[in-house]
């Protein structure tokens, strides 16, 4: 899915001017800090996982997506999965009632403050078992496939079409695109290596770029075409 998202190595955006990381504070007004904690919140309920969490901020208009603030997104995305799986409707949102105020959905999991403590301490890991060979092995040359559907993805727009060397493999992992729609599949994923030159042209300032692909966003590519 490419959207107002995927920003990264875009042109025409200009340059990134971050703040100094020993000066910019964890939250810049308290209203972030509640956005954050009601998503951590909500996300215990086990209602969605984290790619259907990003797929939801994603389903913005592109304009709306860059007019909004970081966290602004964030509240976007929780909005629409609260209505979607049908924990909060549409009245209360827009009367800004608490979702407490309601009764509870049958068979919802609602953490106490010792299990939230818990699962946020709890170690994750998205390593699954895999059911197929990998196609591709260190040293082989891929091409990253363009990708024009409307659902969520984790290859950036910029290194769609680029060639690139595979530099490591990394197992059997969570497949994001296929997670984000509620199925639970593993795909292997690589290390893709690529020359700056690949990405963004002859003038790019980078070296290379590392990037972390899933193996149905590549197909077999020409070694020497990765290299320029």
């Not at 659902?151 to 490591?168: L, M």
Request: aromatic fraction near 8%; charged fraction near 25%.
């Amino acid at each position: 899915m490419k959207g107002g998202h995927d920003l990264g190595g875009q042109p025409g955006m200009g340059k990134i001017n971050p703040e100094a990381e020993s000066q910019e504070p964890v939250f810049h007004a308290e209203w972030e800090r509640r956005v954050f904690g009601m998503t951590l919140a909500t996300g215990m309920l086990g209602r969605w996982n984290i790619d259907e969490s990003r797929h939801a901020r994603e389903r913005q208009e592109p304009a709306d997506y860059l007019k909004h603030s970081y966290y602004e997104n964030w509240l976007e995305g929780l909005e629409k999965l609260l209505l979607e799986k049908g924990l909060l409707e549409a009245r209360e949102l827009q009367a800004s009632k608490l979702l407490a105020e309601s009764p509870l959905p049958a068979g919802l999991r609602v953490p106490n403050s010792e299990q939230a403590r818990k699962l946020l301490r709890a170690p994750g890991s998205s390593l699954m078992q895999a059911e197929k060979t990998p196609l591709y092995a260190i040293g082989d040359s891929v091409r990253v496939k363009e990708n024009h559907s409307a659902g969520h993805t984790r290859v950036p727009g910029y290194a769609q079409g680029a060639t690139g060397i595979i530099v490591d493999a990394l197992g059997c992992h969570i497949y994001p695109d296929k997670n984000a729609h509620g199925e639970h599949i593993g795909e292997q994923l690589y290390t893709v290596r690529f020359s700056a030159a690949q990405l963004w042209g002859p003038n790019a300032e980078n070296d290379e770029v590392l990037i972390d692909l899933w193996e149905p966003y590549l197909s077999p590519a020409d070694k020497h075409q990765a290299l320029k």
